[in-house]
């Protein structure tokens, strides 16, 4: 895709894309399968959708990757006591997934994981069906952090980030 078409379709998706992509019935019943999913483990699961890059990212040619570990920082999905959180984003524009996971996730998933969940995703998000695909990647993700990070009987599970998927 050239530069300038890139931009364009950048800037012709906004916030209105992604309130459609996702309405308020689906925010709620993402954000309720997240808590619900935390309470079997200790990570920590946020969701983003962003409807266009910003411009600097546009500028210098940056990829959907670099944008989700920025989002990554941004959203303090890093900042976990135990550093297992894990980022669903994606970017609208571009029909681009990725899935971030700190160190303490990261070391637990075979080679090909998150290419895996990511292909199982793609298939709803190219249909329009951005709530199941997002449910699916969370099931996938909630599978591995309670293989390795499961929640114990009587012992403390905070909920260190926000369960509401961010937009923007």
């Known amino acids: 895709m050239g530069r300038i078409a890139r931009l364009l379709r950048h800037r ?9 992509a996702l309405g308020p019935d689906a925010l709620a019943r993402i954000e309720a399968r997240i808590a619900q999913s935390e309470q079997l483990h200790h990570g920590e699961i946020r969701v983003c959708v962003e409807a266009g890059l910003p411009l600097s990212y546009l500028w210098r040619g940056a990829i959907a990757r670099e944008r ?41 998933a075979p080679d090909g994981h998150w290419d895996r969940i990511v292909a199982n995703m793609r298939e709803d998000f190219r249909a329009g069906r951005f709530e199941a695909g997002l449910m699916k990647a969370i099931d996938a993700v909630e599978a591995l952090l309670v293989q390795h990070h499961a929640a114990i009987a009587g012992q403390a599970n905070p909920n260190e980030l926000s369960n509401r998927p961010h937009l923007i």
């Open 68 to 108: 989700a570990v920025a989002m990554f920082g941004k959203l303090r999905v890093w900042d976990t006591e135990a550093n297992n959180g894990v980022l669903i984003y994606l970017l609208l524009a571009e029909h681009q997934i990725e899935i971030v996971a700190d160190r303490g996730v990261a070391r637990h």
């Open 12 to 20: 012709w998706f906004d916030e209105t894309d992604t309130k459609r």
